[in-house]
């Protein structure tokens, strides 16, 4: 059996304040423009609380929020199982977006982690398939989220 990669990890700077990257990575209209499919999301900012994105062609993935802890950290856990099934201890990962700010630039670097992938129980290599495409999406996603926030920083 094949080793099953556990972590993505992927980090950004943006040349924006720490709180505009908070408003782009939490507000519904920006997380479905970065994110999504232009669309807002539905977001509970709160723990327990349910963020549902709409993926287009993938359908829509609900996740579960962890943390909140503005404007320092965000987390969700998501189903890399089928198109709206909500995540559970066999079928989620756990993203988290970390954010420092750098006062002598006036930046901030963002930090997300995206774990839980090597005790998914998926059947088959589809925890190793959905591994390769999550860490092949996160760059694009990322670079759309500092467009973002660089563009509309005041």
Same mark, same amino acid.
């Given at each position: ?17 720490? =709180? ?11 997380? /479905?423009?970065w994110f999504g499919n232009g669309e807002p999301v539905k977001v509970d900012l709160r723990p327990g ?6 993926? /287009?062609?993938? /359908? ?20 890399? %199982?089928?198109? %709206? ?17 750098? =006062? ?16 998914? /129980?998926?059947? %088959?290599? =589809? ?12 760059? %694009? ?8 926030? =660089?563009?509309?920083?005041?």
């Amino acid at each position: 059996m094949a080793v099953i990669p556990d972590v993505i990890e992927r980090s950004v700077v943006i040349n924006a304040s720490r =709180e505009r990257v908070w408003t782009v990575l939490t507000e519904p209209a920006f997380l /479905g423009h970065w994110f999504g499919n232009g669309e807002p999301v539905k977001v509970d900012l709160r723990p327990g609380g349910l963020l549902v994105f709409d993926h /287009g062609v993938h /359908g829509v993935i609900p996740a579960r929020i962890e943390t909140v802890d503005p404007p320092r950290t965000l987390s969700w856990r998501w189903s890399q %199982g089928a198109a %709206g099934e909500e995540p559970d201890d066999l079928n989620a990962t756990r993203v988290e977006f970390t954010l420092v700010e750098d =006062e002598s630039s006036a930046s901030t670097r963002l930090t997300m982690v995206e774990s839980g992938f090597a005790r998914l /129980g998926l059947p %088959g290599d =589809e925890a190793a398939v959905r591994h390769r495409a999550n860490s092949s999406n996160w760059p %694009g996603k990322l670079d759309r989220l500092r467009a973002e926030c =660089e563009q509309t920083e005041a």
